[in-house]
C-alpha cells in the first residue's frame, strides 16, 4: 500500500516562503508522477503542480507559475514544493498525491490515485 506523508505547512506572513515535503513509502517511487493539489474553506480540491516521474517535465496551475516549484528526489522518495512570494489566497490545506499509471504525468484529480493527509498553509495579510 502507498503511503504519502507531507510535512512543512504552516502560518506565514504575505509575501514569505514555505516548502512543503512528501515522503512517499510502498511501491517504486521513480516510476510515477506526483502532484500537488490545495483545497480552501468551501471551495473544491484543485490542481497545483506535478511532476514527471523522472522529473523532466513540470506542470503547474496559471495562479502559482513563477511563484512555486515542484521537484522530487528519486533517491529519497520524496516530492517538494517550494512557494515563493505567498499570498493570502494560497490559504489552503496542500494534498500530495501519486498517480497510479506508471510513467504518466496528469493534472486532474482522477488521475491521482493515493493521496496524503494534508498539510495546512496559511497565509496572513
Known amino acids: 500500500q502507498v503511503q504519502l506523508v507531507e510535512s512543512g505547512g504552516g502560518l506565514v506572513q504575505t509575501g514569505g516562503s514555505l516548502t512543503l515535503s512528501c515522503a512517499a513509502s510502498?511501491?517504486?517511487?521513480?516510476?510515477?508522477?506526483m502532484g500537488w493539489f490545495r483545497q480552501a474553506p468551501g471551495k473544491e480540491r484543485e490542481f497545483v503542480a506535478a511532476?514527471?516521474?523522472?522529473?523532466?517535465?513540470?506542470y503547474y496551475v496559471d495562479a502559482v507559475k513563477g511563484r512555486c516549484t515542484i521537484s522530487r528526489n528519486n533517491t529519497k522518495n520524496t516530492v517538494y514544493l517550494q512557494m515563493n512570494s505567498l499570498k493570502p489566497e494560497d490559504t489552503a490545506v496542500y494534498f500530495c498525491?501519486?498517480?497510479?499509471?506508471?510513467?504518466?504525468?496528469?493534472?486532474?484529480?482522477?488521475?491521482?490515485?493515493?493521496w496524503g493527509q494534508g498539510t495546512q498553509v496559511t497565509v496572513s495579510s
Open positions: 510502498g511501491r517504486t517511487f521513480s516510476n510515477y508522477a
Open positions: 511532476i514527471s516521474w523522472g522529473g523532466r517535465r513540470t
Open positions: 498525491a501519486a498517480e497510479g499509471r506508471a510513467y504518466g504525468l496528469g493534472r486532474t484529480l482522477s488521475e491521482y490515485t493515493y
